[in-house]
């Protein structure tokens, strides 16, 4: 991942911004490291750049973070500013009161206004309890200690639960560890209460009650200092001078872990892992090695690609999108899916296939259209250094990984990247890998057909229109985070907001869920009507891009419409709210009968009078109504 730009050119590449603001793949390219030392100096020469100054950076390109809690936190500040200027975010990080976690959290403080959008929790148990119990070990691992632990937790919950009230905010709440052996030494383990118990009981107290907030989640720091290594974290002297408990290093490993929460709260989550085959999914060259003297196997040096294939049908299961871009011959490569039984992964896994020799830049510009995504979701993977270069020097929004050099590395660095990480995760999400692979078998029907017509009837497409209910709510905030392409206004709504006009009279909160005869695609559409005077309003219309050009777009106009009369008015109102790209719904209205009545910078506001015409359901559509 490394960058290997000097800083006296990253100087020179923001100057080159100043009349237009860079957009979130160029200032990405430019602060992408893996080494600490060049961070630093990257957020350096950030600070002194006029692009720190501006403040019309776009929502999907700035984000307000605030910090409270124990300790000196000043110290994280830059990191965290790293962190999402690495991802093409730029951030306000706010620091809160020394010391003062409950005050910022119980008073209407800087770190609860509205514009926060991440606030995160730093305490450790120590700093929750009374000095009586953390000082006296005999205490700590009683029963009395025990209550302690529980009273202490409970007033966290109590107080994050408070803050909930003030703020929309993502809150992140470290988790507990302990940073020292047992004052028992060896004896610990002789002992009714344990030790490391306790942070197990302490930990098990926040997370149920946290499950009670929402838009709460741990963050899990104990973990991170368990894999980077507790001397390697704790520098007990800085702890003694400036109560800062953790080195430099640690602090840029905990923001590199912060990353995939910002990337899911900006939709900017990757959706595409593009792998090469030679020496990436089996070792050797299939075309002179042949089918069956690659290395791939539960044994020798193939068993780092069976392991690395493993993690990547680990994401393929979380729904992730899989494809291949490699320069190879198409039939030996078939030959070797065919005979190697011993690969994880299948052809049936992807959900495009570039096996050509022309160069991978084109072939991941393909991908990208052949299954409706933005270059911005892929993520290719590649063995060779060549082509890496190629890539990111032709393609700055495909993200190009620098994998570990030793190939037994690459599966733990895979899934520790977090780069698909998402905070939203249903059914749906889960199946989108299997279903994009089957949109491939749709396409090639498509490409055996006179005309589209005739393949829309083939399809035998069937669309199921469900009110919102418990279980689609996590599905609906999952589209709304993620749909960037087909979506009207691209507004970002909580699971609490949702919760909330769905017991609203004057809300219909609609959900669409699609099947045809080569399968499901789950829940794709969302659409958000709201009664006005005299008229609806289309507050969100969206569906998934592998669903798009099917009619499913024009039965959600329809399902609206007869929302529409069912409020007892005959107006639909609706905006178009342009973005960097959403291009592709611009044209949906005006081509659907609606008339622009306004215009507002890039805001296009239009109307449809159900007195005058219909919005007609798609003849080769079957719906089918679900009633809560």
């Not at 949109?439 to 497409?461: G, I, P």
Request: proline share 3%; with cysteine; glycine share 4%.
């Amino acid at each position: 991942m490394t960058n290997h730009k000097n800083v006296e050119d990253v100087a020179v590449a923001l100057t080159q911004f100043t009349q237009k603001l860079p957009s979130r793949a160029q200032l990405a390219r430019i602060f992408e490291t893996d080494d600490l030392q060049r961070a630093r100096q990257l957020v350096s020469s950030w600070n002194a750049s006029p692009l720190a100054e501006r403040k019309d950076w776009p929502d999907t390109q700035s984000i307000t973070i605030a910090v409270c809690g124990f300790s000196t936190l000043e110290y994280l500040k830059p990191h965290l500013m790293w962190a999402t200027l690495a991802d093409g975010i730029v951030s306000d990080v706010i620091i809160g009161q020394y010391n003062q976690l409950y005050q910022d959290l119980s008073v209407q403080s800087r770190v609860s206004q509205p514009d926060v959008e991440v606030l995160w929790v730093w305490e450790q148990l120590n700093d929750l309890l009374p000095l009586e119990v953390s000082k006296n070990a005999d205490i700590l691992l009683s029963d009395r200690g025990i209550d302690a632990v529980n009273a202490a937790i409970d007033s966290l919950v109590h107080a994050i639960a408070s803050v909930r009230n003030k703020t929309g905010a993502l809150i992140l709440v470290n988790d507990f560890f302990s940073d020292r052996p047992s004052p028992f030494g060896i004896a610990d383990s002789s002992r009714e209460v344990h030790f490391e118990q306790i942070f197990r009981i302490a930990n098990d107290r926040l997370q149920k009650g946290l499950a009670t907030i929402t838009h709460s989640v741990i963050f899990p720091l104990a973990g991170l200092l368990r894999d980077f290594g507790l001397e390697r974290a704790v520098d007990r002297r800085l702890e003694l001078l400036a109560d800062c408990r953790f080195t430099p290093e640690f602090f840029f490993r905990i923001s590199r872990a912060f990353r995939p929460y910002v990337r899911s709260l900006k939709a900017a989550v990757k959706k595409v892992l593009v792998l090469d085959l030679d020496n990436t999914l089996w070792g050797g060259v299939v075309g002179e090695d042949g089918w069956d003297k690659v290395k791939i196997g539960s044994e020798g040096a193939g068993k780092a690609y069976l392991i690395f294939q493993t993690a990547a049908l680990e994401l393929y299961n979380r729904g992730v999108i899989l494809a291949i871009n490699s320069k190879n011959n198409l039939d030996d490569v078939k030959e070797l899916f065919e005979r190697r039984q011993e690969m994880v992964l299948k052809p049936e896994h992807f959900a495009s296939i570039r096996t050509n020799w022309q160069d991978k830049a084109k072939n991941c510009l393909e991908i990208a259209e052949e299954i409706n995504v933005g270059l911005d979701s892929l993520v290719l993977w590649d063995d060779n250094p060549a082509e890496r270069l190629f890539v990111r020097g032709s393609l700055n929004q495909v993200y190009v990984v620098e994998p570990p050099d030793d190939p037994a590395d690459w599966a733990d660095y895979l899934i520790r990247s977090g780069l698909f990480d998402s905070l939203q995760f249903s059914v749906e999400d889960a199946t989108r890998g299997q279903m994009y692979a089957q949109d491939r078998l749709r396409r090639q029907t498509a490409a055996a057909v006179q005309d589209m017509e005739s393949f829309l009837s083939s399809l035998e497409l069937e669309v199921e229109v469900q009110p919102v209910s418990e279980q689609n709510i996590p599905r609906i905030v999952s589209l709304l985070s993620r749909t960037n392409q087909f979506n009207l206004t691209t507004k970002r709504h909580t699971e609490q907001t949702i919760r909330d006009w769905a017991v609203r009279s004057d809300f219909r909160i609609t959900c669409y869920a699609a099947k045809d005869r080569f399968g499901s695609y789950g829940i794709v559409g969302v659409t958000i009507l709201t009664r006005t005077t005299g008229a609806t309003e289309i507050d969100s219309l969206l569906l998934s891009c592998r669903a798009m050009g099917k009619g499913i777009e024009k039965t959600m106009l329809s399902v609206i419409a007869g929302q529409t009369k069912q409020f007892g008015v005959k107006k639909i109102k609706a905006v178009y709210k342009k973005t960097k790209k959403n291009a592709s719904i611009k044209d949906f209205l005006p081509d659907n009968g609606f008339m622009l009545i306004a215009e507002d910078g890039d805001d296009k506001h239009f109307e449809f009078d159900l007195s005058q015409k219909e919005l007609v359901l798609p003849k080769h559509i079957t719906i089918k109504q679900v009633d809560k």
